[in-house]
């Protein structure tokens, strides 16, 4: 079963290049939410867990230097690990739906391929993780720390107000990908107050998104797609929005000059 799910997974990124990538980036949450319509979430792998907070509690004090703690491949799913240092550590794989990791130091943590729906990731720090093909929808992850990291996740639904993704990757990566495009996917996210500085987004799915006073100061948001999302109050400063969708999105009329180049300023709402 979690061999076919981890297929699953592949097939959610990766799309066939041959439907162009217009195409790709318009499929991506139907087929995103499709595959986790074929998924029974509350099926023991899923829904319970096989450790206790005790448990990763000792095994990071018995944890020797050197390799990263291990929980690859770990249902924990419900636990209360908020405060731990569980930064570095490997959860590849792992599952943590519903995890509570509030204010959790995840710095440098492995979390591809690891399923986080509905966990808690509230003041959490997650600076220079690695999130890829990872799923994420509907975190609470409000004031939370992503500087640096590389996320290629779907976080549909999450909130995310006021968390920081200052210099972070969440672009489409087609390097060395001959079966298609992958990016992260923030569609329909709170992310009031957002601080993306210096962050590629290029290709990224946006739409829908509360993006209200977020701070996109030199941010590479070339070739995404923000339709319908909320705008008022964002900062563009030296932004690069070279075809930035922004079909009926929300934005402030003094923004429409440094927002040239992007798409569909004609059904732009302006505030």
Same mark, same amino acid.
């Given at each position: 079963?979690?061999?076919?799910?981890?297929?699953?997974?592949?097939?959610?990124?990766?799309?066939?290049?041959?439907?162009?990538?217009?195409?790709?980036?318009?499929?991506?949450?139907?087929?995103?939410?499709?595959?986790?319509?074929?998924?029974?979430?509350?099926?023991?792998?899923?829904?319970?867990?096989?450790?206790?907070?005790?448990?990763?509690?000792?095994?990071?004090?018995?944890?020797?230097? $050197?390799?990263?703690?291990?929980?690859?491949?770990?249902?924990?799913? $419900?636990?209360?690990?908020?405060?731990?240092?569980?930064?570095?550590?490997?959860?590849?794989?792992?599952?943590?739906?519903?995890?509570?990791?509030?204010?959790?130091?995840?710095?440098?943590?492995?979390?591809?391929?690891?399923?986080?729906?509905? =966990?808690?990731?509230?003041?959490?720090?997650?600076?220079?993780?690695?999130?890829? *093909?990872?799923?994420?929808?509907?975190?609470?992850?409000?004031?939370?720390?992503?500087?640096?990291?590389?996320?290629?996740? @779907?976080?549909?639904? =999450?909130?995310?107000?006021?968390?920081?993704?200052?210099?972070?990757?969440?672009?489409?990566?087609?390097?060395?990908?001959?079966?298609?495009?992958?990016?992260?996917?923030?569609?329909?996210?709170?992310?009031?107050?957002?601080?993306?500085?210096?962050?590629?987004?290029?290709?990224?799915?946006?739409?829908?998104?509360?993006?209200?006073?977020?701070?996109?100061?030199?941010?590479?948001?070339?070739?995404?797609?923000? *339709?319908?999302?909320?705008?008022?109050?964002?900062?563009?400063?030296?932004?690069?929005?070279?075809?930035? @969708?922004?079909?009926?999105?929300?934005?402030?009329?003094?923004?429409?000059?440094?927002?040239?180049?992007?798409?569909?300023?004609?059904?732009?709402?302006?505030?």
């Amino acid at each position: 079963m979690f061999m076919k799910l981890q297929r699953y997974i592949k097939f959610m990124f990766f799309f066939p290049i041959k439907l162009g990538i217009a195409s790709v980036l318009g499929s991506y949450p139907a087929l995103a939410q499709d595959m986790l319509q074929g998924v029974d979430l509350e099926q023991p792998a899923y829904s319970q867990a096989e450790l206790t907070r005790t448990d990763i509690e000792k095994a990071i004090i018995n944890h020797a230097t $050197g390799a990263p703690l291990d929980f690859s491949r770990k249902s924990l799913n $419900g636990l209360d690990l908020s405060g731990l240092n569980l930064s570095g550590c490997n959860f590849y794989a792992a599952r943590l739906n519903k995890t509570d990791l509030n204010n959790t130091n995840l710095e440098g943590a492995i979390l591809d391929q690891a399923w986080l729906i509905e =966990a808690n990731l509230t003041n959490a720090s997650l600076k220079g993780a690695h999130a890829f *093909a990872t799923q994420m929808q509907r975190i609470r992850a409000d004031k939370a720390n992503f500087s640096g990291i590389r996320l290629t996740a @779907d976080l549909t639904g =999450a909130s995310l107000r006021e968390t920081i993704f200052n210099e972070s990757d969440l672009s489409a990566d087609m390097k060395n990908q001959s079966m298609g495009l992958m990016r992260a996917n923030l569609r329909s996210t709170r992310l009031e107050g957002a601080s993306f500085k210096k962050a590629n987004l290029m290709s990224v799915d946006l739409r829908f998104a509360h993006a209200a006073r977020t701070n996109f100061t030199e941010a590479n948001l070339s070739d995404a797609n923000a *339709a319908g999302a909320d705008f008022s109050g964002a900062v563009w400063k030296d932004a690069r929005v070279t075809n930035l @969708d922004l079909d009926s999105a929300l934005i402030d009329s003094d923004s429409l000059s440094v927002l040239q180049n992007a798409l569909h300023l004609d059904r732009v709402q302006k505030k």
